[in-house]
């Protein structure tokens, strides 16, 4: 058989202070072949192991569209969206006819003018494919579900677990899922209960360990495929944003209806429980400090490049400061002007340097600091959930306790590469502050002693209730509390 496979994958926050274009997709993966864009593609659309090397492995011929993804940030530019949505549309025609359509999209993409990208580029699919050929989808689990993709989509499935260590085996899981409708022998359908809840929800700790265990017991059970428990992403401030939960099932409506419901009920239940915790700059530095072990990892939750934040943020490099932190390490703070002056410095220079707070009054103010350089790299890099991601021109500079990685190709901290590429190991360090919310666990978490998760001022602002919001629907979790009527039902106590 034939499959067509594709992505299109961009997290968008309305609160990000950085504009998104075509040359933000290039900077991270751009492949558009017929626009003579030809970035190296990713392995999962190589490697047989990966969601289409599965289907040609299993004999099949895969057609591989666009591939695009950036670092997040405000929504795309319209012209530049319907270049994108464009190859997608226009590869699916060159390809045709197709027995099955496999998507890696995002689920929070916003476009200038178009709140809903993945609704409105499944809608375009469903139009050029028909009915009857399957299409399958798999999301983040920050994405926020619409009613145009569960239309468009026969699969839909999400990654379940944050931090991301799933998205390979959950794409694969939706490529064969297609793969099957595609035979015939399962006829697929996805059903969604909205749940009115706002909220960024760690996996890696129960209670929330607990229900995603106990959804995805479902699976292969009474007719049921897949079973996606997704948080949102609110940042993108869309009549859709909030959490989900979707059971695809082989013509089984009603009981996966049924299910869904259950699901959705214990989910916001447990929403008090599973809220991600609050800590100001000071307070986590402080019990960091107390801490009769490190190194104590304190992930700076509100300057977190993942979720559309410049990574330049000064709050907790101030806190660190201030409480004369010892034997400290930060990273990475986006700063390419100072990055650049501590390069041409050189190491062992010592120099004023001012860093950070450059983009927004959420990074806060500058810093003036004496800065000692202790490394400097040009071909650091670290790896992001599979994929290799340059810091581009980086540098290392002492300041006072406490080591900075100075980066100029922005993005959060998925890997203690960060910080030993330029000589410093973040297991001999009392602290490690890292910019990011929750993907570092999965490769700090095998040496770290704890993990505080700090919310000083930022872009990622996880303070809901203070938040202006202009199209996110009313009652939502935690700015109203229960009981109150939403999404078709009642929400009690």
Not at 69 to 81: E, F, G, L
Not at 94 to 102: H, T, Y
Not at 153 to 172: G, K, M, N, Q, T
Request: net charge negative; hydrophobic share 45%; with cysteine.
């Amino acid at each position: 058989m034939k499959f067509y496979c594709a992505s299109i994958a961009h997290e968008t926050s309305r609160w990000s202070p950085i504009p998104t274009n075509l040359d933000s997709y290039r900077r991270q993966l751009l492949y558009l072949p017929s626009a003579g864009e030809q970035h190296p593609l990713p392995p999962e659309a190589i490697d047989p192991a990966g969601w289409c090397g599965v289907l040609r492995a299993r004999g099949h011929e895969t057609v591989i569209g666009p591939f695009a993804s950036a670092v997040p940030s405000r929504p795309t530019p319209r012209a530049d969206y319907e270049v994108l949505k464009g190859e997608l549309l226009a590869a699916l025609r060159a390809a045709l006819p197709v027995d099955g359509v496999a998507l890696l999209l995002h689920g929070a993409q916003v476009a200038e003018g178009v709140d809903d990208c993945e609704g409105d580029m499944l809608a375009a699919v469903r139009a050029i494919v028909g009915p009857d050929v399957p299409i399958g989808v798999v999301f983040d689990l920050h994405g926020n579900v619409s009613d145009a993709m569960v239309a468009s989509a026969d699969v839909l499935l999400a990654c379940l677990e944050y931090p991301h260590i799933d998205f390979d085996s959950r794409a694969v899981q939706m490529a064969l899922l297609v793969e099957r409708a595609a035979r015939g022998e399962i006829r697929p359908t996805t059903v969604r209960q909205r749940v009115p809840m706002l909220g960024t929800y760690y996996t890696t700790v129960h209670p929330m360990r607990g229900l995603v265990d106990w959804a995805k017991a479902h699976e292969g059970q009474d007719g049921v495929l897949a079973v996606s428990i997704t948080h949102g992403f609110a940042w993108a401030d869309i009549a859709d944003c909030g959490a989900s939960v979707l059971v695809c099932s082989d013509q089984r409506r009603p009981e996966a209806r049924a299910l869904a419901d259950r699901i959705a009920d214990r989910y916001f239940s447990l929403r008090d429980q599973i809220r991600s915790p609050r800590l100001p700059a000071e307070q986590a530095v402080a019990a960091a400090l107390a801490h009769p072990a490190g190194p104590v990892v304190i992930a700076d939750t509100a300057d977190n490049p993942g979720g559309g934040a410049a990574g330049d943020s000064t709050f907790l490099l101030r806190a660190l400061l201030d409480l004369k932190a010892s034997n400290a390490a930060l990273g990475m703070l986006w700063d390419p002007v100072a990055a650049s002056l501590a390069i041409k410095a050189g190491v062992g220079a010592r120099l004023r340097l001012r860093i950070g707070g450059k983009t927004s009054p959420a990074s806060g103010p500058p810093l003036d600091v004496d800065a000692l350089v202790l490394a400097c790299r040009t071909d650091a890099t670290q790896n992001a959930q599979g994929a290799v991601s340059p810091l581009g021109p980086s540098a290392l500079i002492q300041v006072e306790g406490v080591k900075v990685v100075l980066n100029s190709i922005r993005d959060q901290v998925f890997d203690p590469a960060c910080f030993e590429a330029f000589g410093v190991d973040p297991r001999g360090c009392d602290i490690v502050v890292v910019k990011g919310q929750q993907h570092f666990h999965a490769l700090f978490s095998p040496f770290m002693a704890a993990v505080l998760y700090a919310t000083p001022p930022g872009t990622v602002d996880t303070d809901y209730e203070t938040m202006t919001f202009k199209r996110i629907p009313s009652p939502m979790h935690p700015i109203v509390k229960p009981p109150f009527q939403a999404f078709g039902r009642e929400w009690s106590v």
